[in-house]
């Protein structure tokens, strides 16, 4: 089963930037695409971006579009959500999530590994 462990969230003022980082169990990476995935309090999660094995990306909520960007390192098992412009309204806990291919439209039960999360706030 593949692993996924999140890391970088924390409290940021709007308009600042966050780089997430999902560390993927080593010999896994190559062969899956990863999503980012958000959840904020009282709302389902859903898909925010994804990267399939090739690198294609797939835009999953036009509410980042031109602001957050997901990346691969497959030599360091990393993906990375890159997030820019930040606004308050994207305060949730962000998930990368393992699956076949970046599903559209992306949704949860595409993917079949998740990591456990990372909290990002953004708040003055």
């Known amino acids: 089963q593949v692993q996924l462990v999140e890391s970088g969230g924390g409290l940021v003022q709007p308009g600042g930037s966050l780089r997430l980082s999902c560390k993927v169990s080593?010999?896994?990476?190559?062969?899956?695409?990863i999503a980012w995935f958000r959840q904020a309090p009282g709302k389902e999660r859903e898909g925010v971006l994804c990267i399939d094995s090739d690198g294609d990306t797939t835009d999953y909520a036009d509410s980042v579009k031109g602001r957050f960007t997901i990346s691969r390192d497959n030599a360091k098992n990393m993906v990375y959500l890159q997030m820019n412009s930040l606004k308050p309204e994207d305060t949730a806990v962000y998930y990368c999530a393992a699956g076949l291919i970046c599903a559209v439209p992306g949704a949860s039960g595409d993917f079949s590994s998740w990591g456990r999360g990372t909290q990002v706030t953004v708040s003055s």
């Open positions: 080593e010999f896994t990476l190559n062969y899956y695409a």
